[in-house]
Structures are given as structure tokens and as C-alpha cells.
């Protein structure tokens, strides 16, 4: 069974920066492909990046230039840095491993972003 391990969210002010960290166990994780999407209150969960196990990344386009994703195989942990916050960017984040077409997630962090 795959258990994902968020971390990594708080508060910031607006055009600040966090890092998120999801930490994998139970999953061959070179193999999987990992993402994170955030979900704000009243709103549908959204997918903010992904990357496969190749290293391929996808951005949505209100994460363009601001969000990197990355992973490190061998800690079996995926990162999000995030900088130039905005307030529109506060939300729940989860962590998503992908294998085949069984998804798990992360229980969730927490991003506030106010001034």
C-alpha cells in the first residue's frame, strides 16, 4: 500500500516562497508519476504539477514561471517550490502518485497565503 507524507505548507505573505515536501513508501517510486493539486474552499481540486518518473514535467498555466516540481528517486520524495505567492494560491495541497491506473494521496497541507 502506497502512503504519501505531506509537508511543508504554513503561512506566508504575498510574493513569498514555501516547499512543499511529499515523502513516498510502498511504491517502487522511479516508476510512478507524482503530482500535486490543490483544492481551495468551495472549488473543485485543481492540478497544479506532475512529473514522471523520467523527469517530464506539466505545469497549469497559473503556476507557469512562479511553481517548480521536482523529485528525488532515491529519498522517494517529490518537492513543489513555490515562489511568488499570491493569495489566489491558497488552498489544501496534495501529493498524488500515479502507477498504472491506481491513484493514492497525501492526507493534504495546508498553503495560506496573506498579507
Known amino acids: 500500500q502506497v502512503q504519501l507524507v505531506e509537508s511543508g505548507g504554513g503561512l506566508v505573505q504575498p510574493g513569498g516562497s514555501l516547499r512543499l515536501s511529499c515523502a513516498a513508501s510502498?511504491?517502487?517510486?522511479?516508476?510512478?508519476?507524482m503530482a500535486w493539486y490543490r483544492q481551495a474552499p468551495g472549488k473543485q481540486r485543481e492540478l497544479v504539477a506532475s512529473?514522471?518518473?523520467?523527469?517530464?514535467?506539466n505545469y497549469a498555466d497559473f503556476v507557469k514561471g512562479r511553481f517548480t516540481i521536482s523529485r528525488d528517486n532515491p529519498k522517494s520524495t517529490v518537492y513543489l517550490q513555490m515562489n511568488s505567492l499570491k493569495v489566489e494560491d491558497t488552498a489544501v495541497y496534495y501529493c498524488?502518485?500515479?502507477?498504472?491506473?491506481?491513484?493514492?494521496w497525501g492526507q493534504g497541507t495546508q498553503v495560506t497565503v496573506t498579507s
Open positions: 498524488n502518485h500515479r502507477m498504472g491506473s491506481f491513484d493514492s
Open positions: 512529473i514522471t518518473g523520467s523527469r517530464s514535467t
Open positions: 510502498g511504491t517502487i517510486f522511479w516508476l510512478s508519476t
